[in-house]
């Protein structure tokens, strides 16, 4: 026979080492294998539950995230119109209380001005008293030289005068 088509005796004999290595094989290696490979899935699937698991996780701590986020935004917000509406406030009372003070400087002063304007008026009036009876001094002494006519004097300009 030729080198391309063998012969009956090397091709039973090629069979048969065949099946005895893998007579050999199934009866002490094959077990071993299929372990080693259940072994190798089991740690391949609980690495794919493990990775499902982590991404799952990652998904609800980005859920997580995401609404600590708005939260925080809206907690910002929050804080900046309370801010706000205190800074009003201050401007507020700050305006109503230079308000409430100008105007009490305003009345002061208007007090402190009609005193003044009270205090010279009065102050004119004792004055003009004053030169008024220092000229009726003057004007009595030349011509009133004697009681009667002094008395008599006296007597008329109480009569004029009213009497409050």
């Known amino acids: 026979m030729g080198i391309v088509t063998p012969d009956f005796g ?96 305003l009345n002061a002063a208007k007090l402190q001005i009609e005193r003044e304007k009270i205090a010279a008026v009065n102050d004119m009036r004792e004055k003009s008293i004053t030169f008024s009876i220092k000229i009726a001094e003057k004007i009595m002494s030349d011509s009133l030289d004697n009681n009667k006519k002094q008395k008599a004097y006296l007597d008329r300009l109480l009569q004029e005068i009213p009497w409050q």
Do not use: C
Request: charged share 40%; no cysteine.
């Open 10 to 105: 090397l091709l039973f004999w090629m069979t048969l080492s065949f099946l005895i290595v893998l007579f050999l094989l199934r009866k002490y290696a094959w077990k071993p294998i299929l372990e080693s490979l259940k072994k190798r899935e089991a740690t391949i699937e609980a690495s794919l539950l493990s990775a499902e698991k982590a991404r799952d996780e990652m998904e609800k701590l980005k859920a997580d995230n995401q609404q600590i986020m708005q939260e925080a935004r809206q907690e910002r917000e929050k804080l900046l119109a309370e801010a706000r509406e205190v800074k009003e406030k201050i401007i507020a009372d700050a305006r109503s209380e230079a308000k409430v003070e100008t105007e009490k400087m």
